[in-house]
């Protein structure tokens, strides 16, 4: 599950677990876009040292769905897009 952190950022524990860390770490976002998919490699998220609870920052997700956005106006299947490249 994703969850969205709009104000209170950084947090220091996790919400899922409540007792462990949560620490810088990058992920793939994983999307459904119209009939394709998306997989965004290396977005920037914190991840929950314990359970493995990945959230994104407001700014992270507003530019994922700015990149969503875009891509769902080129006809394809599958896009695999780099975030550091692409932000
Ligand atoms: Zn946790």
Not at 1 to 7: A, G, L, Q, S, V
Not at 50 to 56: A, I, K, L, P, S
Not at 73 to 87: N, Q, R
């Given at each position: 599950?994703?969850?969205?952190?709009?104000?209170v950022w950084p947090i220091m524990n996790?919400?899922?677990?409540?007792?462990?860390?949560?620490?810088?770490?990058?992920?793939?976002?994983?999307?459904?876009?119209?009939?394709?998919?998306?997989?965004?490699?290396?977005?920037?998220?914190?991840?929950?040292?314990?359970?493995?609870?990945?959230?994104?920052?407001?700014?992270?997700?507003?530019k994922i769905e700015d990149l969503l956005d875009h891509l769902e106006?080129?006809?394809?299947?599958?896009?695999?897009?780099?975030?550091?490249?692409?932000?």
């Open positions: 599950m994703i969850m969205r952190m709009e104000k996790c919400l899922l677990c409540k007792s462990g860390d949560m620490i810088p770490a990058t992920e793939s976002y994983f999307a459904k876009v119209n009939d394709g998919y998306v997989i965004i490699e290396n977005v920037p998220c914190y991840k929950c040292e314990q359970c493995g609870e990945v959230v994104y920052s407001a700014a992270v997700m507003e106006k080129i006809a394809s299947k599958i896009f695999i897009v780099d975030y550091s490249e692409a932000a």
